[in-house]
């Protein structure tokens, strides 16, 4: 059983940047791929960001490719989602996720484990 909690969530200008943070309760935490996913009012939960759990790999959903930056530090069972130049298009609950699958999946359906979510909020 993993626990995801999110954080970092808030309400920020289009252009801005934002840190989201999510901190997993496990002791094999370098076990699991760790992944992004977003959901905006009305829409389906999307992919944002995906990375391997041997670090070596990272995959992001063109929307915000360029922008995101998804990174992990096993020492602290934490993964983070940097996020600049933030647009209005952005703005949704991001959700963490762990799976065990080998590599990095954009599916939902590899993914075992689920925070409760984070809000952005992106203004005009």
């Known amino acids: 059983q993993v626990q995801l909690q999110e954080s970092g969530g808030a309400s920020v200008q289009a252009g801005d940047s934002l840190r989201l943070s999510c901190a997993a309760s496990t002791r094999t935490f370098s076990t699991y791929g760790m992944g992004w996913f977003r959901q905006a009012p009305g829409k389906e939960r999307e992919f944002v960001a995906a990375h391997s759990r041997s670090g070596s790999s990272t995959i992001y959903a063109d929307s915000v490719k360029g922008r995101f930056t998804i990174s992990r530090d096993n020492a602290k069972n934490m993964v983070y989602l940097q996020m600049n130049d933030l647009k209005v298009a952005d703005t949704a609950v991001y959700f963490c996720?762990?799976?065990?699958?080998?590599?990095?999946?954009?599916?939902?359906?590899?993914?075992?484990?689920w925070g409760q979510g984070t809000q952005v909020t992106v203004s005009s």
């Open positions: 996720a762990a799976s065990l699958r080998i590599g990095v999946s954009q599916g939902s359906d590899d993914y075992y484990y």
